[in-house]
């Protein structure tokens, strides 16, 4: 199995930044594809941006284009999502996820692993 741990989540006045971490462990050979997606209260999961194993293709919504960028560090087994110029409306609960399949999926469905979340606040 594959455990996801996400960290760096917390408040942060409108306008600001947060870099989130995702770190893998378990059998990490078995990830490629990782993704972050959110939830914000009442509403469904929602994916945010996703990367392949190499770095080399990364997929993001339209909300996080030019604002969010999605990395990833291998040796470390860890993925990054570096947001700026954040709005209330990101505010939302951020899941990592991982993926076997090494093409790029924007569905909760298509992703086999889950990291528990971290919380998000932007205030306005």
């Known amino acids: 199995q594959v455990q996801l741990v996400e960290s760096g989540g917390g408040l942060v006045q409108a306008g600001g930044s947060l870099r989130l971490s995702c770190a893998a462990s378990?059998?990490?050979?078995?990830?490629?594809?990782m993704g972050w997606f959110r939830q914000a209260p009442g509403k469904e999961r929602e994916f945010v941006a996703a990367v392949t194993y190499t770095g080399g293709s990364t997929s993001y919504a339209d909300f996080a284009k030019g604002r969010f960028t999605i990395s990833r560090d291998n040796p470390k087994n860890t993925v990054y999502l570096q947001m700026n110029s954040l709005k209330p409306e990101d505010t939302a609960i951020y899941y990592c996820?991982?993926?076997?399949?090494?093409?790029?999926?924007?569905?909760?469905?298509?992703?086999?692993?889950w990291g528990q979340g971290t919380q998000v606040t932007v205030s306005s």
């Open positions: 378990g059998r990490t050979f078995s990830i490629n594809v």
């Open positions: 996820a991982a993926r076997r399949l090494n093409n790029l999926r924007i569905s909760a469905y298509d992703y086999d692993y």
